[in-house]
């Protein structure tokens, strides 16, 4: 499985911004996906997963009630929807995919392909 994130940009504090995550192979239905995120400086961290078919979905606790993961399996693409955007949320964001839907999905070792990253600017 080949990821292709997207989406990221300059945005004001307060503002929105859709992530996009196009993946390659006719399997993607069968990940489970995450979004992680690296800021300046700090080491990558847990954002957002999401099981195979949708129906589940985790966020990190300073995500909760912003952002919303998504995934349409018909387009093999899954989305981070990010709403009141805060300077804290610049970052570069990766996508990851997990064959296994492993219980521990807030680690990154638990994930077997990753997207090469999209920058994501919160101006205050």
Known sequence: VQL???GGGLV???GS???????????FSRYCMGWFRQPPGKEREFVA?????GGITYYADSVKGRFT???DNAKNTVYL????????DTAVYYCAADYSC???????IEYDYWGQGTQ?????
Do not use: D, F
């Not at 911004?17 to 399997?27: D, F, P, Q, V």
């Not at 997963?49 to 078919?53: D, E, F, L, T, V």
């Not at 492993?102 to 990154?108: F, P």
């Open 4 to 6: 292709q994130a997207s």
């Open 12 to 14: 004001q504090t307060g």
């Open 17 to 27: 911004l859709r992530l996009s995550c196009a993946a390659s192979g006719r399997t």
């Open 49 to 53: 997963a999401i099981n195979w078919s």
């Open 69 to 71: 993961i998504s995934r």
């Open 81 to 88: 929807q990010m709403n009141s955007l805060k300077p804290e």
């Open 102 to 108: 492993s219980y521990y999905y807030t680690r990154e």
């Open 120 to 124: 994501v600017t919160v101006s205050s």
